[in-house]
C-alpha cells in the first residue's frame, strides 16, 4: 500500500514583526563581529519575547541566527541548545512539513557533525531532506544543499561511494539552479575533490579540487576562507604525490588566509596546521611536525571539544611523531641516559594513540577504516618497542574489522610476518605471509607486483627454514612474475635473481 502523504503545513496569518534588529545581527555576523551581533540578537530576541510571548514563532528565527553565531565561535553545546528551542517553536506552530523546520533541522545537524556524532547528524539530514522534497520540489537549490551535506557525513563515516552518488546529485542540482561558477557548485567540486583523496585516486581528486579553486577564485577572490579550504585540500593531494615542497607552499597560503579571515583559533586553521604538520613529517623535519600538531590539538580542544574525529587525527599523529621520535632517540645515542629519554617518549606515543582510538571507536564505529587506522599505528609502535605479542594482537583487531577477501587483509598479514622476523621467529612469519599470498592471489592475481613480492618472501623463508627445494620454486615463480610485472632492474626482481643465484650452489647436482 502506498505511504501515507504528509500532513500539511499548517497556514498561519502572522502579525507584522520589526526585523531591524535581527537584520543587523545578521550583517554584522557576516563580517566576523560575532560578539556585536550575539548582543543585537539577544536584544532582537528579548523585544520579540516582550512582544509575542517566549514561545511564539516570531522568535524561532532569532533562535537559529544565535545558534548559527554560537557554532561559527565553535561554541557547539550553546548553539544546540538555541536550534533545538528554534525546531521545538517550528513544530507547535508551522509543523514537521515546513520549510523554516526543515532549516532547522538541517542547523542541528551541523551542530552533530562537529560534535562527531554522525549518526545523528545524518538521521536530522535525511529529515529535512524529507522535508525540502515535499515542501521545495526535488530539484530545488535547497535540497541540493542538503543531499551535499549528506555526502559530507558519508564521507566522514568512510563510506566514499554513497558519498559520490549523492555529491553527484546536489552538483545536477546546484548547477541546474545555481549555474556552473557559483560557490555552491564550488563546494560540491570540493567535497568530491576531497572523497575522491580519502579513495587514493589523486587524479580526480587534484581535477576536482582545481576546478572548485578556480570558481572560488573568480567569485570570491583570493583572501576568502572557503579558498583557503581547497588550497589545504590541494596541498594535502601533492603531499600524497610526494611533492612535500609544493604541498608547503600552498598548504602556508591557506594558513595565512585562515588566519586573517577566521582568526587564531578556528577549527579549520587547526585541520590546515594539521595538513602542514604531515607534509613536514613526509620532508622527515619530526620537530616542525610536532609543532604544528601540538598547535592544532590546543585549537581543536577548544573549537571541538574533547571528543571530536577531528581532535583523534591530531592525537593519532602526535602518537606517530612521538613514536618516530622514540627510533631517532635509540639509534642516536648510546649515552644509557637516553634510554629513559626514549622509553618516556615512547609512553607518550602510546598515550596519544590509545586516546585517539577511543575517541574513533567512539564517534565512528568499530568498522571505520580511522579505527583499522590506529591499531594498524599500535600495532607498529609496539613491534618497535620489541613488544611482538600486543603488536600481533592489534593486527588481528584489524583483520576482524575487514573482509577475508579484501586486499587490505594481505596489507596486514604481511606486516604480522614482519613483526615476527624482527623477533626472528621464522615459522610464524612464514604463515603469515602464506595467508596473504592466498588473498592476494585472489583478489590481485598471481602476476602483481604484491603478490609475486609475498611469494618471494615465502621462498625466501622457506630456504631459511631448510626446505630449500621448495624455497627455489617460489623464489623461481617470483622472478618470473616479477620481470613481467617491473623488469629486472626492480629491487624484489634483483633480490629474487640473488636468492636464486645463493640456493642454486646450496643444491645438489642434477641426476644424470
Not at 579558498?227 to 603531499?239: Q, W
Request: aromatic share 4%.
Amino acid at each position: 500500500a502506498p505511504a501515507p502523504a504528509p500532513a500539511q503545513s499548517q497556514q498561519f496569518c502572522l502579525p507584522p514583526v520589526d526585523d531591524t534588529l535581527l537584520n543587523l545581527s545578521v550583517t554584522l555576523g557576516s563580517f566576523g563581529a560575532h560578539e556585536q551581533a550575539e548582543r543585537v540578537a539577544t536584544a532582537a530576541l528579548r523585544q520579540r519575547q516582550q512582544q509575542f510571548g517566549a514561545r511564539h514563532p516570531h522568535t524561532a528565527p532569532v533562535h537559529i541566527h544565535l545558534g548559527t553565531l554560537w557554532n561559527q565561535q565553535g561554541q557547539h553545546d550553546r548553539a544546540l541548545v538555541e536550534f533545538e528551542t528554534g525546531l521545538e517553536i517550528l513544530l507547535s506552530s508551522v509543523g514537521e512539513y515546513h520549510q523554516a523546520t526543515g532549516v532547522a533541522c538541517s542547523n542541528i545537524a551541523t551542530v552533530r557533525q562537529a560534535q562527531g556524532r554522525y549518526h545523528d547528524a545524518r538521521a536530522m539530514l535525511e529529515r529535512a531532506l524529507r522535508i525540502q522534497q515535499q515542501v521545495l520540489g526535488p530539484q530545488h537549490a535547497d535540497t541540493g544543499t542538503t543531499l551535499n551535506n549528506l555526502g559530507n557525513i558519508y564521507r566522514e563515516l568512510g563510506l566514499a561511494e554513497p558519498a559520490l552518488d549523492l555529491y553527484r546529485q546536489a552538483l545536477a542540482i546546484r548547477t541546474a539552479a545555481l549555474g556552473h561558477r557559483h560557490p555552491a557548485t564550488a563546494a560540491t567540486l570540493n567535497n568530491m575533490g576531497c572523497t575522491f583523496l580519502s579513495t587514493g585516486d589523486l587524479a580526480q581528486a587534484e581535477a576536482h579540487l582545481l576546478q572548485a579553486l578556480s570558481i572560488r577564485r573568480e567569485v570570491l577572490g583570493d583572501h576568502h576562507s572557503h579558498i583557503a579550504h581547497t588550497l589545504t585540500n590541494l596541498g594535502t593531494v601533492y603531499a600524497r604525490l610526494g611533492q612535500p615542497e609544493r604541498a608547503l607552499q600552498l598548504l602556508h597560503q591557506a594558513e595565512a588566509v585562515q588566519r586573517a579571515t577566521l582568526g587564531e583559533q578556528h577549527a579549520e586553521l587547526a585541520s590546515t596546521c594539521v595538513n602542514l604538520g604531515s607534509a613536514y613529517m613526509t620532508l622527515g623535519q619530526v620537530a616542525a611536525a610536532k609543532e604544528h600538531f601540538e598547535r592544532a590539538r590546543a585549537i581543536q580542544v577548544r573549537a571541538l571539544g574533547p571528543d571530536s574525529p577531528d581532535l583523534a587525527l591530531t592525537l593519532h599523529n602526535l602518537g606517530v611523531v612521538h613514536g618516530a621520535l622514540a627510533a631517532l632517540s635509540a639509534g642516536a645515542s648510546q649515552d644509557p641516559s637516553s634510554d629513559q629519554s626514549q622509553s618516556s617518549l615512547a609512553e607518550r606515543a602510546l598515550d596519544f594513540l590509545q586516546h585517539a582510538l577511543r575517541i574513533r571507536r567512539q564517534a565512528l564505529g568499530e568498522q571505520h577504516p580511522d579505527v583499522r587506522a590506529s591499531y594498524q599505528a599500535l600495532a607498529l609502535l609496539h613491534s618497535s618497542q620489541g613488544r611482538l605479542e600486543p603488536a600481533l594482537e592489534c593486527c588481528q583487531h584489524v583483520l576482524e574489522r575487514l573482509p577475508a577477501d579484501d586486499p587490505g587483509a594481505a596489507v596486514v598479514l604481511c606486516q604480522m610476518a614482519e613483526f615476527c622476523l624482527y623477533q626472528q621467529q621464522l615459522q610464524p612469519a612464514l604463515g603469515h605471509y602464506q595467508r596473504a599470498l592466498t588473498v592476494q592471489e585472489n583478489t590481485l592475481g598471481p602476476a602483481h607486483l604484491l603478490t609475486a613480492t609475498t611469494r618471494g618472501n615465502i621462498g625466501d623463508l622457506q630456504a631459511r627454514l631448510g626446505q630449500v627445494e621448495a624455497g627455489q620454486q617460489n623464489l623461481e615463480q617470483a622472478y618470473q612474475a616479477l620481470l613481467g610485472a617491473v623488469g629486472a632492474e626492480h629491487p624484489n626482481a634483483q633480490y629474487c635473481h640473488a636468492r636464486l643465484m645463493a640456493l642454486a650452489r646450496l643444491m645438489p647436482p642434477p641426476d644424470k
